[in-house]
């Protein structure tokens, strides 16, 4: 006679949907002020996230440019400048997510740069980052779990129950397809900037800065604000 399967195990350690969308919560670094607002800025990461995410970009940019075009130059002074933040974290004991992932993403750039030997070419991953995202904001509208309900949700404290709600779904799948806009006007923008090469190397990173985390941040609030759920006339809204 054999015995039952004793399945606890594996349902402990199956991934639950709603599991997974509260990580995905816990990591988007989105963050509400006391009014109930977006903060903006600490969802960005905070000045220093500001800093990380824009001065190896602007640092590649401006030493390629001073040195004579000096690809070699400029890569390593994008990756040392990288390296500083990660060091800084490190030394401060602080979290190294975000500095850890910029430096990551910029020794990927420079990796593909270097291999092909265009300067240009320290911004093609980026696009392929882009339509990742994208493509997976998309599947999750399809799929009626929008990736913008997913965090919002949880930061507001709606949990999953927002998914129920004609009038919230709706809402939440528009706020994601504004963060798909945002990242596409990022492809629109870049690509064609991309494919003149290097005499337009200027014009795409000067754009790859304005429309990396500060467009980010501005589609963030955007999509916030449209996606605020209808309060009671004697509650302020969230």
Known sequence: MSLPEDNSDNTKARPTLPGLAGDIAARSGVERRADGQIDVLKSAGGVRGLAES???GLVYLVVFTASGQNLTVALVSA???AALFTVARLVQ???LTQALGGFLGVGISAL???FTGKAEDYYLPGFFTNAAYIAVMVISVAVRWPLVGLIFGLVRNEGMHWRHD???LKAYS???WVMVGVLALRLIVQVPLYLLGGQALVALGATRLLMGLPLYAAGLWIA???????????SRSS
């Open 93 to 95: 004991r602080t979290p």
């Open 166 to 168: 004609a009038a919230r």
């Open 79 to 81: 990756l040392a400048s």
């Open 174 to 176: 528009l706020g994601t």
């Open 112 to 114: 593909f740069s270097s």
């Open 54 to 56: 824009l001065v190896p």
């Open 224 to 234: 916030w604000v449209i996606t605020r759920p209808a309060a009671p006339p004697d």
